[in-house]
């Protein structure tokens, strides 16, 4: 640009940008830009996470294929390990023990069976989502996807698997005496609050495993002593019963969430195990616990979304 002045002569002039004197921030507010990686908001989060369901799905599907690739059985393993950790606290716990008191002979091993079945659900989703960002770094680091959708593949694995016990679950029921009926129906809403639960644990879990990766050499102990507090083995009402334990104690272990969909599933399989084996407002402990993880997992895993894979 040119402007002439007072005494005739022209001058160059510099043009002035529209631009001058912005700072970056606000540059890249004008234009549209955003930080690479940078943490959406939490419904445009969800909106991107279900858009990457087939993703979730193919992922948890390959991840149960390959589990068991090397061994000779496959995918045998998959009903055969929980089977043979039955046997075994049967023998223990059910032989030496004495931990089926307060149950009928019949009932035990349907009801210590149901018992390993469900809580190894919860115990893989969780040992699995320890390790769901930090087992798969170079993922993380090479693509850019919403990072909630490992934890949630690895849940939705252990559910698969879980189905697949189901159906030799279905056989030790039918072989000591619990037939199909209506009341088997309740394990559909009883898995579906329980991997919820499952997921929300998994979402926690991941997002400590990944800034933490020796949480995931101390989650098995974790995990190990919960079982034992949470009557796979014995029923808790029996064990407590003549004892002089806290009532809070006792609140504590009934409505434990591993305790509370356990008991669930056994009362819709097994035909001698009532309600008197519930502790009260079952189903909506099973809801409080499904929503309370589910939704504070979920936000607790968005808000370091932009930190995965860094550092």
């Known amino acids: 640009m040119s402007e002439t002045t007072h005494d005739g002569t022209v001058a160059l002039t510099k043009p002035v940008s529209p631009d001058e004197g912005l700072t970056a921030a606000e540059l890249a507010a004008k234009y549209g830009l955003s930080v690479s990686g940078a943490r959406p908001s939490l419904v445009e989060y969800v909106r991107q996470l279900w858009g990457r369901r087939h993703f979730i799905i193919a992922f948890s599907q390959a991840k149960l294929t390959a589990q068991y690739s090397q061994a000779k059985l496959g995918q045998l393993w998959q009903v055969a390990t929980p089977l043979l950790?039955?046997?075994?606290?049967?023998?223990?716990?059910?032989?030496?023990?004495?931990?089926?008191?307060?149950?009928?002979?019949?009932?035990?091993?349907?009801?210590?069976?149901?018992?390993?079945?469900?809580?190894t659900f919860t115990q893989s989703s969780v040992l699995a989502g320890v390790r769901a960002i930090s087992g798969n770094l170079g993922l993380v680091r090479a693509l850019h996807f919403p990072r909630a959708s490992l934890p949630v593949s690895f849940a939705l694995q252990q559910l698969q698997q879980l189905l697949f016990s189901m159906i030799v679950l279905v056989i030790v029921m039918i072989a000591f005496g619990s037939y199909p009926g209506l009341s088997w129906l309740l394990v559909l809403p009883a898995l579906a609050l329980q991997f919820v639960f499952n997921t929300g644990l998994a979402l926690i879990f991941a997002r400590?495993?990944?800034?933490?990766?020796?949480?995931?050499?101390?989650?098995?102990?974790?995990?190990?002593?919960?079982?034992?507090?949470?009557?796979?083995?014995?029923?808790?009402?029996?064990?407590?019963?003549?004892?002089?334990?806290?009532?809070?104690?006792?609140?504590?272990?009934?409505?434990?969430?591993?305790?509370?969909y356990m008991d669930l599933v056994r009362f819709a399989l097994i035909d001698d195990y009532g309600s008197s084996y519930l502790p009260p407002h079952v189903w909506a402990f099973a809801l409080g616990?499904?929503?309370?993880?589910?939704?504070?997992?979920?936000?607790?895993?968005?808000?370091?979304?932009?930190r995965y894979g860094r550092g």
């Open 85 to 119: 950790n039955a046997a075994v606290y049967f023998f223990i716990f059910g032989l030496l023990l004495g931990a089926r008191r307060g149950i009928p002979h019949e009932v035990y091993v349907p009801f210590l069976v149901t018992g390993v079945f469900v809580f």
């Open 208 to 260: 400590a495993g990944s800034k933490t990766p020796d949480l995931a050499q101390l989650m098995p102990f974790v995990m190990r002593t919960w079982m034992y507090a949470s009557g796979v083995m014995f029923s808790i009402p029996a064990m407590l019963a003549g004892k002089d334990v806290p009532g809070w104690l006792a609140d504590v272990l009934q409505w434990n969430p591993a305790a509370i």
């Open 289 to 306: 616990w499904a929503v309370l993880s589910g939704v504070v997992g979920f936000v607790y895993f968005w808000k370091a979304e932009e």
